[in-house]
């Protein structure tokens, strides 16, 4: 199983940014996809997720309206795309792989940063 994250960077507050996600290794339409984030010295935060097989989705309260996660399941890849971007955003994200999206994580991937100035 892999997990590749990739496009993230240092963006200005309220730009935007788009993070892919490539899975291999696994059937990927019997799982979910998710991100979640962690900020130096902060604890990891769940932030999206979206189930492969129905395309149901999940975001933590305070990326809604802001981020979305979309799934491309011939490319095998999951988006996250990240809008009206906030200093308080920055974080390395991650993707994982879940049975469900908020239960069984196993794998993960090695992360890509995302810096928002002010």
């Known amino acids: 199983v892999q997990l590749v994250e990739s496009g993230g960077g240092l963006v200005q507050a309220g730009g935007s940014l788009r993070l892919s996600c490539e899975a291999s290794g696994f059937t990927f339409d019997d799982y979910a996809i998710g991100w979640f984030r962690q900020a130096p010295g902060m604890e990891r935060e769940g932030v999206s997720c979206?189930?492969?097989?129905?395309?149901?989705?999940y975001y933590v309260d305070s990326v809604k309206g802001r981020f979305t996660i979309s799934s491309d399941n011939a490319k095998n890849t999951v988006y996250l795309q990240l809008n009206r971007l906030k200093p308080e955003d920055t974080a390395v994200y991650y993707c994982a792989r879940y049975d469900f999206c908020g239960y069984g994580m196993d794998y993960w991937g090695k992360g890509t940063l995302v810096t928002v100035s002010s």
């Open positions: 979206i189930s492969s097989s129905d395309g149901s989705t």
